[in-house]
């Protein structure tokens, strides 16, 4: 019984989780502005990090959870570093 | 004590960190002992502007209506994504709200509050005139957000930060 | 998967329900985020995965972990701690940038600039590229 509940849930999660990413993806891809883009950049990365953490449920693995962390870090700088270059047109003043 | 251990609350939260990140044990205390403290002597080589609390039960009692006011907010627009904004009838507008805070603790967690409340945005704060410009997702009237923002979360953050 | 047979169904059914109150949230945001027709109005979307979309996930994973392991493993508390540290700082960079841009090109419906030195007064006179902008040390 339980073991269908949490292969339903599961099943559930990854899917949404994925299609959520690939609509990040989509602003990513075709986001009018600059801005646009970076914000489908950082959700991407929130999203990818939070399929990581369910896929590391799935599997039972922790290596997931190392892997999600460092995403998590990397979508950060990358989104900072991104949005200081469009503040001032450069990263390093 | 002081030279030794000069932030001991981020020490403190150093090895707790360190601790979740591996399993307990007394090796692992130690170790996270010997590197929060090396972390804290590094930090106060940069020596940060010192944060004073008065009262902590104030942020305890802001930590729960935050709370509180982030699941309700996260309904409101799950709703409102669902609906395509009343079907049309959603409108967002900016704000502007003079501030009285000043110092930039507690601003900042004045900005992790806005902004992890869906629904507000923290766009812009001039430090000069201290005018915070907000954008609200789901505008209906402009004094309520003035009076959410100034009685709810700034009055307590006053409360607590001297 | 040899946990799955075990679990009683008091940890299952919670679990499941923080899973799937997750990931439906994070897939609203990022639907607004496709959906929605201003940048501003945009901005507030991602906030609905990184705040109760994160602690859905999270909290069913601490959950299932702690059962299994049958100890409190509670180091997704470093991951939502991290997520609500971070959104707000990109997402105000983030607004600011947008608000940088728009204020140079003098897009219509936005504040005007309270009195800065960075920010060039007129909209209309300034070049378009954000990178002659004036104001760079």
């Known amino acids: 019984m339980s073991a269908m509940i949490m292969t339903f849930a599961l099943s559930y999660a990854q899917i949404a989780l994925a299609l959520a990413a690939c609509l990040a993806g989509w602003r990513l891809l075709y ?63 | 004590m002081t030279r ?4 001991p609350l981020l020490s403190l939260a150093l090895v707790a960190v360190w601790l979740l990140l591996n399993s307990f044990s007394l090796g692992h205390l130690i170790l996270g002992t010997v590197v929060a403290t090396l972390a804290a002597r590094a930090f106060a080589a940069v020596e940060p502007e010192r944060v004073k609390l008065r009262r902590p039960m104030a942020l305890v009692k802001l930590f729960f ?95 607590s930060f001297p | 998967m040899s946990w799955m047979e075990t679990l009683p169904a008091w940890v299952a059914i919670p679990v499941a329900l923080f899973l799937m109150l997750g990931a439906t949230l994070t897939l609203l945001g990022t639907v607004g985020l496709v959906q ?53 700082v990109t997402l105000m960079f983030l607004g600011r940038a947008a608000l940088h841009r728009d204020r140079i090109e003098g897009t219509p419906g936005i504040p005007g600039a309270v009195e800065r030195s960075d920010i060039p007064a007129p909209p209309g006179d300034a070049l378009a590229d954000p990178a002659d902008a004036p104001g760079e040390s």
Not at chain 2, 92 to 118: K, Y
Not at chain 3, 62 to 76: N, P, Y
């Open chain 3, 36 to 88: 929605l027709k201003s940048f501003y109005d945009r901005l507030h979307a991602p906030t609905l995965g990184t705040s109760w979309g994160a602690a859905g996930i999270l909290l069913a994973s601490m959950l299932l972990v702690s059962w299994t392991e049958g100890r409190a493993v509670l180091h997704e508390l470093v991951i939502g701690i991290f997520l609500m540290i971070t959104t707000p």
């Open chain 1, 31 to 93: 986001g009018p502005r600059a801005q646009d883009r970076v914000l489908g950049m950082d959700t991407f990365y929130v999203t990818a990090m939070l399929l990581f953490v369910v896929t590391g449920i799935r599997v039972g693995s922790p290596f997931f959870f190392e892997a999600a962390m460092v995403i998590g870090v990397l979508g950060f700088v990358a989104t900072v570093s991104l949005a200081k270059f469009l503040i001032r047109g450069e990263v390093i003043e």
């Open chain 2, 65 to 159: 209506i935050v709370g509180a006011d982030i699941i309700r907010s996260n309904i409101a627009v799950a709703v409102l994504i669902l609906t395509r904004g009343r079907h049309g009838l959603r409108h967002s507008a900016f704000v502007e709200i003079p501030l009285r805070l000043r110092h930039p603790a507690p601003l900042s967690l004045l900005a992790m509050i806005v902004t992890a409340t869906p629904g507000t945005a923290w766009v812009d704060y001039d430090e000069e005139t201290g005018i915070l410009l907000l954008h609200v997702f789901d505008m209906v009237d402009t004094a309520d957000w003035k009076t959410l923002i100034r009685d709810r979360y700034e009055e307590l953050l006053l409360e």
């Open chain 2, 4 to 7: 030794l251990f000069p932030h």
